[in-house]
């Protein structure tokens, strides 16, 4: 009798045991402490306002409760700190990087080995249009003229411009039959470099996201010739490029990447705050005053938007010559 219970009780325990075992996972508790917001480009620039605008947005929602301390890491438009997420951070759940467009022409153009399929991306936020835009006086008073000349005498036009943004700019040139080939640009990383500049006469025009330079757009510090949107931006006196006769159109997007590897924890987590972060007040009017569009994706959507991104611009480059 004696023997059968402890046997009895053994077995009960180790069914117990077992049941335990097989059970649900317990959730890992995440996050627990700080994590990091990097922007691989200059204070001023899109990645910058985009990052700012994320972090501003989840401490003033109460979304999340641990430290998100945001660092600028600039070099080549996000390349050198896209090599750094790659080859440094692997694995980890604690770091965070915007990116763009930008990722794919690094890639594309060799300034990067890496690209989109290297790291963990987890969502994208926004689409912005681009706008051209020079300094008050320019020689440069319209669209019209400022491509008349660059197809005529591109050697008399010198346009800053971030590495994605050559590509619209390019697309502007072959509209008004000139080569995109012969184009002089310096590179810029964000439109607070691009100012400084206009101002000091280093270039002549810039292009980038409506974003970098709305206030200085909208206190007419700096000029818009046009905007590469479907329709005229509303709380921005610009016309738009097809409605002065070049039918060229073409948008920007941002997202957010982790490391390699990164725990699917931490990807699941920053998938579903960032989904109820973008539907916040906060984020809404930040939206707003910076004219930029909400386009919220991830998993598998965000997935298939990347490569069917990735195909149109190697096809594009490979149109221009690139």
Same mark, same amino acid.
């Given at each position: 009798?004696?023997?059968?219970?402890?046997?009895?009780?053994?077995?009960?325990?180790?069914?117990? +045991?077992?049941? &335990?075992?097989?059970?649900?996972?317990?959730?890992?508790?995440?996050?627990?402490?700080?994590?990091?917001?990097?922007?691989?480009?200059?204070?001023?620039?899109?990645?910058?306002?985009?990052?700012?605008?994320?972090?501003?947005?989840?401490?003033?929602?109460?979304?999340?409760?641990?430290?998100?301390?945001?660092?600028?890491?600039?070099?080549?438009? $996000?390349?050198?700190?896209?090599?750094?997420?790659?080859?440094?951070?692997?694995?980890?759940?604690?770091?965070?990087?915007?990116?763009?467009?930008?990722? &794919?022409?690094?890639?594309?153009?060799?300034?990067?080995?890496?690209?989109?399929? =290297?790291?963990?991306?987890?969502?994208?936020?926004?689409?912005?249009?681009?706008?051209?835009?020079?300094?008050?006086?320019?020689?440069?008073?319209? +669209?019209?003229?400022?491509?008349?000349?660059?197809?005529?005498?591109?050697?008399?036009?010198?346009? /800053?411009?971030?590495?994605?943004?050559?590509?619209?700019?390019?697309?502007?040139?072959?509209?008004?039959?000139?080569?995109? %080939?012969?184009?002089?640009?310096?590179?810029?990383? %964000? /439109?607070?470099?691009?100012?400084?500049?206009?101002?000091?006469?280093?270039?002549?025009?810039?292009?980038? /996201?409506?974003?970098?330079?709305?206030?200085? +757009?909208?206190?007419?510090?700096?000029? !818009?010739?046009?905007?590469?949107?479907?329709?005229? +931006?509303?709380?921005?006196?610009?016309?738009?490029?097809?409605?002065?006769?070049?039918?060229?159109?073409?948008?920007?997007?941002?997202?957010?990447?982790?490391?390699? $590897?990164?725990?699917?924890?931490?990807? =699941?987590?920053?998938?579903?705050?960032?989904?109820?972060?973008?539907?916040? !007040?906060?984020?809404?009017?930040?939206?707003?005053?910076?004219?930029?569009?909400?386009?919220?994706?991830?998993?598998?959507?965000?997935?298939?938007?990347?490569?069917?991104?990735?195909?149109?611009?190697?096809?594009?480059? /490979?149109?221009?010559?690139?």
């Amino acid at each position: 009798m004696k023997i059968k219970a402890v046997v009895g009780a053994v077995l009960t325990g180790a069914l117990v +045991l077992a049941g &335990m075992q097989s059970g649900p996972a317990r959730a890992v508790p995440y996050p627990t402490g700080p994590v990091t917001m990097t922007a691989g480009a200059n204070p001023g620039s899109g990645f910058d306002l985009t990052i700012r605008a994320v972090v501003d947005t989840l401490t003033q929602e109460r979304l999340v409760e641990v430290p998100l301390p945001v660092e600028y890491r600039p070099g080549n438009i $996000g390349a050198d700190f896209l090599a750094t997420m790659v080859e440094q951070y692997a694995g980890r759940d604690d770091q965070i990087s915007v990116t763009s467009l930008s990722m &794919m022409m690094n890639q594309l153009r060799g300034i990067s080995k890496y690209g989109y399929t =290297d790291v963990t991306m987890i969502a994208n936020l926004m689409t912005e249009y681009y706008v051209v835009f020079v300094e008050p006086g320019s020689e440069f008073a319209d +669209l019209r003229g400022l491509l008349q000349t660059a197809a005529a005498d591109p050697g008399r036009v010198v346009v /800053g411009a971030a590495t994605d943004d050559e590509a619209p700019f390019d697309l502007l040139v072959r509209a008004a039959g000139g080569n995109p %080939g012969a184009t002089r640009y310096v590179s810029m990383q %964000g /439109g607070g470099e691009q100012s400084d500049a206009l101002h000091n006469g280093q270039i002549g025009v810039a292009i980038a /996201g409506v974003s970098e330079v709305i206030d200085q +757009l909208r206190t007419r510090q700096l000029i !818009p010739l046009a905007v590469l949107s479907e329709q005229r +931006l509303p709380g921005l006196d610009a016309p738009t490029a097809r409605e002065l006769g070049f039918d060229v159109t073409l948008s920007n997007w941002r997202g957010l990447y982790g490391p390699p $590897g990164m725990p699917q924890y931490a990807v =699941d987590y920053w998938r579903r705050t960032l989904a109820t972060m973008v539907a916040t !007040p906060t984020w809404s009017q930040l939206a707003e005053q910076r004219q930029f569009t909400t386009r919220f994706m991830s998993g598998d959507e965000y997935a298939t938007f990347l490569a069917e991104t990735q195909a149109d611009v190697t096809t594009a480059l /490979g149109e221009a010559g690139q």
